[in-house]
């Protein structure tokens, strides 16, 4: 048998100078690896920080989704100061800001690396109603007037006003005029304070759009008496209320009015009791009664 008894001198040197060449190896391909690494980073810097990869101009942000505002009124609320880096920007931080603005409601921000730009895409907030704070404007009461949206938005009167009118004026008289009416402001006007009808505004904007009788202007200034100008004549609702529905539902139903009483004689309706609407003509002597019960609410 083959002796496994002490190894020689030699032995032991050859193999301590094989344990230090695979130490060295080692050390060396680690070093490789790290110098390869800073190259890659350096050069990941290098090519980012690139002029290629910035956002120079608003026209490198691509609107979507948008119906009422151009894309230039979309980009001027987008709060990027010009020259920007694609990869400072932070879409979550800017679809944010964009949707703390009044005529956005919901934004999505993305970055596009080839071409380097943004996609901005928005759900906006759809005017129904002018907001008009007093019935008679001071100069300095001009910049309170704005636009309604049916949840009781606030939107500043031009956020809309110049898409609209730059819109309208590039269609030409050969162009779909259904299209433009898409795109027409709304002309209900709501006159009074915004703080005191804008928790109401939702329900009630909601039953006063299933009407067929067409109604021009709420006056909500006097809270004890909601009063609208409509096309079969002045209306007084009284405070609003849960009746509030069934008086509208009422005046729906008074839509043959004209046809049974001379709307020029017709002072105002008095439907603060819906079951018992009353008609006021102001041209009875003050020695008669000035008002007569309606006629019968013609039933859906």
């Keep these: 048998m083959a002796s496994f008894g002490a190894v020689s001198q030699t032995e032991l040197g050859r193999r301590r100078q094989e344990l230090r060449r695979r130490r060295r190896a080692r050390l060396a391909a680690v070093v490789w690896q790290m110098l390869a690494a800073s190259a890659m980073a350096g050069g990941l810097l290098w090519w980012i920080a690139q002029p290629a990869w910035l956002i120079a101009r608003s026209e490198q942000v691509k609107v979507e989704g948008n119906q009422w505002l151009s894309d230039k009124a979309v980009r001027s609320l987008v709060p990027l100061s010009y020259p920007q880096s694609l990869w400072g920007i932070q879409p979550q931080a800017l679809a944010e800001k964009l949707e703390s603005t009044g005529p956005i409601a919901k934004a999505k921000v993305t970055r596009n690396l080839f071409p380097p730009s943004l996609t901005v895409e928005v759900a906006e907030r759809l005017p129904v109603a002018v907001a008009q704070p007093t019935a008679l404007l001071k100069s300095s009461d001009k910049e309170k007037v704005g636009w309604l949206d049916a949840r009781g938005g606030w939107m500043p009167s031009e956020s809309y006003t110049a898409a609209v009118r ?17 795109h027409s402001l709304p002309t209900l006007k709501v006159i009074g304070p915004l703080e005191q009808y804008r928790a109401s505004w939702p329900k009630f904007y909601q039953g006063l759009s299933g009407l067929t009788v067409k109604v021009f202007e ?67 002597p003050p020695s008669l009664e000035s008002s007569t019960p309606a006629p019968t609410p013609t039933p859906n």
């Design 166 to 182: 730059s819109h309208n004026s590039s269609i030409g008289p050969g162009s779909d005029r259904g299209t433009q009416s898409q």
């Design 218 to 284: 709420i006056n909500w200034q006097n809270p004890n008496n909601l009063i609208l100008k409509t096309e079969i004549g002045t209306v007084h609702l009284g405070p609003y209320s849960s009746r509030t529905a069934e008086q509208l539902k009422v005046l729906d139903r008074m839509r043959q009015l004209p046809k049974q009483l001379d709307s020029s004689k017709i002072a105002y309706i008095d439907l603060k009791n819906p079951a018992s609407p009353i008609v006021h003509l102001p041209e009875l």
